[in-house]
Every structure is written in C-alpha cells, then in structure tokens.
C-alpha cells in the first residue's frame, strides 16, 4: 500500500531572506535583492545584462556549525548545510554536538537527495590558474586577489558533495546522492524523495536543491549572457509572463532543504505539517540542449498527468521570463487549463529571487508549501502581461487545496509536483 508523504521542514538560504520567515515574509512583500554587476565583469566582454541577485551571506558560527569544515567546503556545500539544520530545527528534530559534528535524535536513518545543477566552478577555475601560472602578479591583476591551488579541490568539484557534507556533519547513514537536471535539479530531487517514501523505501529524506554560480570574474555569468538568457531591463527586474521581458535575473547562489516524511511516523512524533505531496512526474522534450520543445507538448503531459481530475487551485510556474520559454509555457497552461477564467492562480517566484538553477525547483516547492499552509499566494508586478493568463499582479490570500509547482531544465528536462492541503481523512 502507498503511504502518504509530508513535508514538516523548510530550510531556505536566498539573499532575499535565511529561514522559512524572513524568507516567505520577502516574498510575499515583492522585496528582491538585486545588485549591478561590478566593471571588472566587462573588462573584456559588454554584458548586455547588468543585473544580479548575489549569493547570500552569512557564516556557521552565527548558526552553531561547527565553523573550522568552512575552510574545506565550497559555497554551495556551506548552503547546503545551513539549509539542512535549518530543514532539521523547523520539523522539530534536535541537533546534539557530537564532538566535531553534531547527530540528530531520530534521524540516524534519514537519507539525503539533493539536486544540483553544477558544482564548484569559482574553486576550480582559482585552482587551474595556480596551476598554469606561476607568477602571482599576473593572477593579482587579472583578478585582483590572491589564489592557490586548493588541496581540497577535488571534493569541492565533486557534484555529490552537497549531499554527502549534510550526511557527514549531522550523521545520516540512509541513501545519500545528488541528482543532476539542469534547472530542474531541485524539483527532480524532491520529486524522486517523495516516490522513495511513498514506495516504502523511506520515512525520513532530507532534500532540495543548492547552487553556487559566483565566481569573481562574471564568467559565468557571461555564459548564460551570451546565451541570451538573462534580463536587460533597466532594473534587473525579470518580469516573467510579461509582453517586455527579455530573460531571467542570474541568480549567484541559493539553496533550500525540505523535510519530506511519511505521514504516520509524522503523527507519531507529533510534527506541524505544511502540506501533503500526492503525486510527481518527470519527462524529456528530447529535443535540444537549451530550448525547450516549441509545440510544449511534454509540458502539456506532465501538466495533465499532474492534474487528473482535480481543480488545481494555484500554479507556482517555471517563468523564466525568457521569450521563447513563457511563450511555450503560457501555450501549455492555456492547453491543459483552459481560459483565464478558468486557470488557477499563477506566479512566478523567480520574478521575485532570480534563477538560481538547481535550487530553484526546491525554493519553488517551499513556497508553494508554505502558500497552502498559510492560505497567501505572492503576486508579480508585472508590467503589460500577456494576455489570457491568470496571473496574481499582488499578494492575495486564499484557500489552496491542490497546487502544482513546475521546473523546465536546459537539455529538456520537465519536472513537476503536485501539493495538497494536508488532511488526516483524505
């Protein structure tokens, strides 16, 4: 028989906000942070974007980690492990010191899966050019601080290293990986978390998404640029859904970790619960590296699978803010969904954060968790929308029974969930 599946923990690291509070309370009050790419990132290429939402900053001796595994971790696992003690305190598990590291009371067993969709890069590329360059002064004016070669820059390239740092630094010896979908990293991971619990392999995964793209120089940032992927607009403000947006707010880094737990070994420990997953899928456009499928017709499947029978009554949606994406997304929803009247509420939470890649399926879930739990849904100001889509212009409260959050990813990668407000009878 297949058990029931929740989620009672919510561990969010974003520049917007750090923990579940300062986190959905930005959010809901449309607070983005947004920051103008410094000269140095155009020394030698014009951005055509000049816009980024930066990586957040905080250290582990202000949130009790034991703060001496920050000289051995890149950005992206030092996220990952904010985010998870943060996921662990919020379902009401208790973190003891246990020497160097801590343990937690009735997590022994717990796994971890989370998604990425790179690793380690900024790491890397200081490391290669203390390698090919032997002069110091060179590397000092190309990047105006000194390098070296790191001894630990394999395991801080390792993709596997987010998940592997949470099950070392609080001592969870179930299943321990990462998975890999581009932009859809983050959702793939709860997603497959969810089927883990839900087939009875699981009570207890830790999962989300961590992504670090900072790197002192832009670029990677550049990278996504010349794509032509990223925002222009005067602000950095993306905009998705609207007639003038011209591409997604690059995002340096964020991460999110949930608690997804099986719904009896939740009731027995008298955890809140913030809503019920019912169903996940996934497909592939099997189409092309970077753009998704003109005609959305594996969008429109996963959609249909999602929806069944039911009245989904919010919809957290990839929205990029890309042309040709929200195009084919907006043609998928009016499919599967109907008119406007008839459409559930819409937003786009990377209008408010960035795209911060393989966290944002995970940052997604969180806030449409935490939407139906506390019955608001956050706007977009978005400025001459495209038409027929019911899209949220201000923050609004309402009743959610059923939600649906979406991630699309570079190489074709389609994920979604689907969410419902949690009750004992059904």
């Known amino acids: ?13 974003t520049s917007t906000g750090i923990g579940k509070e300062s986190f959905f309370a930005n959010i809901l009050k449309h607070e983005m942070c947004v920051k103008r790419i410094p000269a140095d990132f155009e020394t030698n290429y014009e951005f055509k974007s000049k816009y980024y939402a930066p990586l ?16 051995v971790m890149q950005d992206e696992d030092r996220m990952a492990a904010l985010a998870a003690k943060l996921a662990i305190e919020d379902a009401g598990f208790k973190i003891i010191k246990d020497g160097k590291t801590n343990k937690v009371d009735g997590l022994s067993e717990c796994s971890v899966i989370l998604g990425t969709g790179f690793s380690g890069l900024e790491p890397a590329f ?17 990047i105006k601080k000194r390098i070296r070669f790191n001894r630990m820059i ?23 990986f990462t998975v890999n979908a581009s932009c859809a990293s983050g959702a ?46 005067a602000d950095g403000a993306p905009v998705p859904f609207s007639k003038i947006r011209s591409g997604f707010l690059f995002s340096e880094g964020a991460g999110c970790i949930l608690v997804l737990e099986e719904l009896n070994h ?54 990029t803010g890309t042309l040709p994406n929200d195009e084919i997304e907006v043609k998928a929803i009016k499919e599967v969904f109907g008119s406007k009247q008839s459409q559930p509420l819409i937003n786009a939470t990377k209008g408010i954060l960035g795209h911060s890649i393989g966290a944002s399926g995970a940052l997604e879930a969180a806030v449409t968790a935490l939407s139906i739990k506390k019955s608001i849904i956050h706007g977009n100001q978005i400025p001459d929308p495209i038409e027929g889509v019911n899209l949220v212009s201000q923050t609004i409260e309402k009743p959610v029974t059923y939600a649906v959050s979406t991630s699309y990813g570079f190489g074709g990668h389609n994920g979604g969930i689907l969410f419902k407000r949690y009750n004992l009878n059904f």
């Not at 801080?156 to 179930?174: H, T, Y």
């Open 1 to 13: 028989m297949a058990k029931r599946v929740v989620i009672t923990g919510i561990g969010p690291v």
């Open 56 to 71: 957040p900053e905080f250290s582990f001796a202000d949130y009790e980690i034991p703060a001496h595994y920050e000289k």
């Open 126 to 142: 200081h490391s290669y050019l203390a390698h090919i360059i032997k002069d110091e002064k060179i590397i000092n004016d190309l």
């Open 154 to 176: 394999i395991p801080m390239m390792m993709p596997n290293s987010v998940s592997a740092w949470v099950s070392i630094l609080f001592k969870l010896k179930g299943s321990c």
């Open 188 to 233: 793939y991971a709860v997603g497959e978390s969810f089927k883990r619990i839900k087939d009875g392999y699981d009570k207890l995964v830790l999962t989300g998404g961590v992504e670090c793209l900072k790197d002192d120089t832009g670029a990677i940032m550049r990278g996504f640029d010349m794509l032509g992927a990223l925002t222009k607009s």
């Open 266 to 319: 939740a009731l027995k420990r008298k955890a809140d619960i913030y809503a019920e997953i019912i169903d996940y899928q996934s497909n592939s456009d099997g189409f092309n590296i970077v753009q998704i499928e003109n005609s959305g017709s594996q969008i429109i499947k996963l959609l249909k699978k999602l929806k069944g029978n039911r009245k989904i009554d919010y919809l957290n949606s990839h929205g």
